[in-house]
């Protein structure tokens, strides 16, 4: 056989990543150890989720490798064409929806997945105690006894200096009534989208040798207290009224603020770049019908 | 050339491991195993998807060849310590399989649980939890219903238990930890 070795991990390897997410799925948020090789890219530029896509991948399917929602930004290119280097016979897209796999930095798309799909995320820091406790050890022992009370008291901390908690993004999220989960740096527009989710979510981190999962149709609830729930990005202006994007016009989507570098102003554009160019082209199919119709 | 036989191919196995995962992602739904032929049955292709040397295997009813054993390449040992275990549905465990600890429930037996027929049968399951929208039944020949009572012993502790993979000659199915089983 001279063809390069499909998946580039070796059997051995894959197989242990496959144990580990079936381990991961049966105890749902709880961090499996394994052991992470070594990837022709550094540790922390996505290869716990590479190595995930990789296990799981096989010939016929289609994947999306997204970065921060966009398609083209640098890590989503060079895993997606490392992946078509090393897997032949896949099929990639940058459709939500026709992708069987989704492997994902930062975000979950804004198309609601299905049940037929599968989303894996990149995790820097897949430890949602490490803010409040150093030793691995004793965060071990205080996930398996679901202790979370120090992250709340943390977090009670927020709101008495702030009014409120300051989470941006990998914000803890409690996986079906035991363990808190570090969802990755999605932001806290996409942690609603883990809670009964109908496609399995893997989540692989490669520098900190974890992988853990939200199955599909499991609670998924964001840490809060009675009296302060949370909440998710606001996109408002000063008059109260919705953004919406500056290209696509869609204002239910997570949107990013940009500089227009010309007149200096503050301009709003989707995160997720396959959901703007569909919304664009939808509109525009609307635009070219009124079109016809008005001869 | 030498002809491998289909279930020790790595891209059955792929598949393999594909319809594991989908059924440990959602308990009670049937999965038609892959790569069977005449001289492999259905236990042998999900055990070769999972198994290396690197785990500790107990074929606990003397389910399998000695020879395909070999192949599998993982350690053998008492059910006890194993990772894995193969098991016969129609016998109802003697012995404690591992549960994992608090700080690595991971750590902790796979049953692989060998019945009759997972499509239809005298023993009907209301399943609920992780993975189920509402409630999931299904019904299954040949599992003793002690092995229920068994297991409820073994994951009443969550993050401890066992998760189980329940096998017919063509399908598997998976009960893990987190799933709520109500006999009917």
């Known amino acids: 056989m001279n063809e390069e070795h499909f998946g580039f991990l070796d059997e051995y390897a894959k197989k242990e990543v496959r144990r580990a997410t079936l381990k991961a799925v049966a105890i749902p948020g709880y961090q499996v150890p394994y052991s992470s090789r070594e990837m022709p890219m550094g540790r922390g530029f996505g290869t716990g989720g590479l190595q995930l896509t990789l296990a799981l991948i096989g010939r016929g399917e289609t994947l999306k490798v997204i970065d921060q929602g966009s398609d083209d930004s640098v890590n989503a290119v060079n895993l997606r064409s490392f992946i078509e280097m090393t897997c032949p016979g896949i099929h990639t897209t940058c459709r939500t ?8 930095r930062h975000r979950i798309p804004e198309k609601p997945l299905r049940e037929d ?11 949602a105690l490490v803010v409040v406790e150093a030793s691995e050890e004793k965060r071990k022992l205080l996930h398996g006894e679901a202790d979370y009370s120090r992250l709340l008291v943390k977090l009670y901390e927020d709101i008495v200096k702030f009014d409120e908690i300051t989470i941006s993004h990998r914000y803890p999220t409690r996986i079906n009534g035991h363990f808190v989960i570090d969802p990755s740096p999605i932001p806290r527009w996409d942690v609603p989208r883990l809670h009964q989710s109908p496609a399995l979510i893997l989540l692989g981190a490669g520098r900190e040798k974890k992988i853990y999962a939200v199955p599909p149709y499991t609670q998924a609830v964001p840490l809060a207290f009675e009296d302060v729930p949370f909440r998710v990005e606001n996109f408002s202006d000063e008059q109260g009224q919705r953004r919406s994007c500056v290209r696509c016009g869609c204002n239910s989507s ?12 503050q301009v709003y554009r989707c995160s997720d770049s396959d959901w703007c160019n569909q919304q664009l082209e939808q509109r525009q199919g609307v635009d070219q019908a009124v079109e016809v119709v008005n001869g | 050339m ?4 289909p279930i020790w191919q790595p891209h059955i196995q792929q598949q393999n491991y594909r319809l594991l995962l989908e059924a440990m992602s959602r308990p009670g ?4 195993i892959t790569g069977l032929n005449t001289s492999s049955n259905s236990l042998l292709a999900v055990l070769a998807a999972l198994l290396d040397s690197s785990v500790r295997f107990c074929d606990s009813n003397g389910l399998l060849e000695a020879s395909d054993i070999a192949l599998l390449q993982a350690m053998q040992t008492v059910p006890e310590e194993a990772d894995y275990l193969l098991c016969s549905g129609i016998d109802v465990p003697d012995f404690q399989p591992r549960l994992g600890s608090l700080v ?3 750590q902790s037996a796979t049953l692989l649980v060998h019945v009759s027929a997972l499509e239809a049968g005298d023993l009907q399951l209301g399943l609920t939890g992780p993975g189920i929208k509402e409630k999931q039944v299904c019904n299954i020949q040949g599992l003793d219903s002690d092995w229920l009572v068994k297991r409820e012993s073994w994951v009443c502790g969550f993050p401890l238990g066992v998760d189980l993979i329940l096998l017919d000659q063509q399908q598997l199915m998976a009960l893990p930890r987190t799933t709520r089983v109500e006999v009917h």
């Open chain 1, 254 to 265: 997570f949107l990013d603020e940009y500089v227009d570098s010309a007149t200096g102003e």
């Open chain 2, 29 to 32: 739904s049937l999965h038609s």
């Open chain 1, 117 to 127: 799909q599968l989303l894996v995320l990149q995790v820097p820091y897949p430890d």
């Open chain 1, 97 to 104: 929806e026709q992708a069987d796999l989704i492997q994902s």
């Open chain 2, 104 to 106: 690595s429930p991971e």
């Open chain 2, 2 to 5: 030498l002809e491998v036989a």
